[in-house]
């Protein structure tokens, strides 16, 4: 018997791994799934070293490790059965739920293999499956969710009611930070020997299949990389984060700003879906930081809402929605990707910096996410599997279950499974939220006319072609009340805008 570990499941303290201490271990480097997309260099450079730390660690642990460094995971299951004929393998279910092709795998080189729970996430397949069979209605809703795993763990709960009294304390946190606000800088892991030879195979192996990206090859600085590769290290990145972050992690959760690309966030996400980190232990740290007194409840809740509401939330609607979210686009948006998303040449300055952060670090912020890229994808209109795709590419936290339910469902709004409405905005948002509006090309406060923000035409142009699939929304009300106060004049200014805009991004102009 041996267990099979997955790359995004590099933890000593769960599931097969912890409770088979005597078995050996397989572990499968695949390098041309790597080849499937033109990953962000650092991304390819974390699960690797990732991979090759755990393998390290556990050797020195007294572990048997198999290790395959091969081209697919075919091959290296022929390798372990070519050494270890019909062996029985357990391991941990995939994070996204389906193990029937890796079953397949090992059935047809004559082994077998078992699936456990996959124990890195704090809801089980039941607990979620059994409240989903008692919501009414046909679309999941994250609130509902978030309230029934709160009482089910009992994190931040007072018998049966929420500690503070309330839910969530989301009205205190849509700040900005003053003007001589700076964060504490977050931590920087510098690459040791591991990393520094991935980073070079990762260059010579990797870089010819960057050719479909217009970049040139070269997203990154490997200087740059700044990723937690090791448990001790992903362990030192959260304890930084409770320390230094946290209080102000609430109130200033959804602002950006140009000279501050991590803001309070916790950028623990890689080791979090790396298995580098428990999302209980990051929880429990984090409550443990509000009982001691050193952050307040707006902070810590808001969170341990995003970490054991909405991760595990968007786990289990991608288990079970998968294939429906895959292919939705609810909305027929057909736009190719512009090329700026690869390159970062654009005027607008709000993407322009959000995308130059991925180019340099495979990361940015929620925010950034939803309300800059995911704002311009979905009311410029692009297809959302080519946006899909660029995000699964370019953020070294990508992994299919987190990143379908993220783009399709909640940023570009492509199905209703899990969003009750857009997330559609104008330069207002973005203005209100940033410090990018002010030495921008484009002016914030024009809707039409050359040098009008983008974010404003594509908006009001995003309503009116979707009126008949978004109107009725109830939660659109108000803003269709606006649309309704144009006249066809100022319609078809903003439709001619909003044009002229598709164009300039397709010329490489905007
Ligand atoms: P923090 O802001 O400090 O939040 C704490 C943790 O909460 C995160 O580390 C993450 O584990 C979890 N979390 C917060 N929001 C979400 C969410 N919506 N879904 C799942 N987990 C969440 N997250 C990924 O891990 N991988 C992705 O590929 C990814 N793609 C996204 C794409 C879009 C369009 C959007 C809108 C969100 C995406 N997210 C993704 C969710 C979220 O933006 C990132 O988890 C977060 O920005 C990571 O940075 P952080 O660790 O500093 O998070």
Known sequence: ?????????LTREHGPVAERPDEPVLLIEAHAFAERLPYHPQKLTLVFSAMRHFRDELRDAGRDVHYHQVETFGDGLDAHFDDTPADDLRMMCPAGGDADRLRSLVEERGGSLEIVENSLFCCS???FDDWAADRTGD???????????????????DDDEPVGGEWNYDEDNRETPPDDWTPPGPPTFERDEITRDVDSWVADRFDGSYDEAPYGGSWADPEAFRWPVTRQQALSALEDFCTDRLATFGSYQDAMQRDSWAMSHSLLSSSLNLGLLDPREVIERAIDTFERGDAPLNSVEGFVRQVLGWREFMRHVYRRERDELGAANQLNATEPLPDFF???ETDMACLADVIEGVRRRGYSHHIERLMVLSNFGTTFGIEPRALNRWFHAAYVDAFHWVTTPNVVGMGT?????????????TSNYVDRMSDYCGDCRYYKTKTTGENACPLNALYWDFLGRNEDQIRSNHRMGLVYSHWDDKDEEERDAISDRAAAIRQAARDGDL
Request: net charge positive; proline share 2%.
């Open 342 to 344: 690869w390159t970062g």
């Open 139 to 157: 679309n999941y809703r994250h609130e509902d969710f978030y309230r029934h795993i709160r009482r089910e763990t009992g994190y931040l709960m």
């Open 413 to 425: 709004f492509a199905s209703d499974v899990l969003s009750t409405k857009p997330y559609a905005a």
């Open 1 to 9: 018997m041996t267990v099979w570990v997955l790359g995004d499941q």
């Open 125 to 127: 397949r039941k607990l």
